[in-house]
């Protein structure tokens, strides 16, 4: 039985973007089942679905080496990004104005790149050059068989975030160049 959320009380869940579209990628799913018990419950809450982060284009097992950012997406495929500050920023966003905010669902992006601009804008920043290849994916697959599925579904499906609404929300949602620009 649900139970009644209670009037005075907010809370935010951090999921992650497309949760809700049958990806098939565990660690989705597992957060869509979250989200499904936090509306079962009844609790007055905003569900954030922060897409693919900026900071893990700086993570050892994806940042460029020697040049190169080798990534199993392809050249033509768009991939949604946000900073994790910004996350911070929509989940004070979402605490500061609970009306605007309770009982809704944000999708949430700051930026979309293909992987040769960010090789682009990686350069620019570094002041290096810094080359995009594809990785195939069944090597991708060979060491993380989930980040190949997850790479896949990027390829094919991706995330679907509304960036312009979100700027107006919270106008100083960062590119990824500006993300480079305040970590490098």
Not at 11 to 36: C, M, N
Not at 118 to 134: K, L, S, T, W
């Amino acid at each position: 039985m649900p139970r009644r959320p209670l009037a005075s009380s907010t809370s935010s869940y951090t999921s992650v973007g497309g949760a809700d579209r049958k990806s098939g990628l565990p660690h989705f799913e597992s957060k869509w089942q979250i989200e499904q018990h936090v509306r079962e419950l009844g609790l007055p809450a905003t569900i954030l679905r922060p897409v693919f982060f900026m900071e893990n284009l700086r993570s050892p097992w994806m940042a460029p080496r020697d040049g190169v950012l080798a990534v199993g997406l392809h050249p033509a495929t768009s991939l949604q990004m946000i900073a994790a500050d910004d996350i911070g920023a929509f989940a004070a966003l979402a605490f500061a104005r609970p009306a605007e905010f309770m009982g809704k669902t944000l999708e949430l992006a700051g930026d979309a790149k293909t992987m040769p601009q960010a090789a682009e804008a990686m350069a620019r920043a570094m002041g290096e050059p810094v080359q995009f290849v594809e990785l195939p994916l069944e090597q991708v697959r060979s060491f993380n068989a989930e980040m190949g599925d997850m790479m896949a579904w990027f390829n094919d499906h991706g995330y679907s975030a509304d960036i312009p609404a979100l700027r107006r929300q919270h106008p100083g949602l960062m590119t990824f160049e500006t993300w480079l620009q305040k970590t490098s």
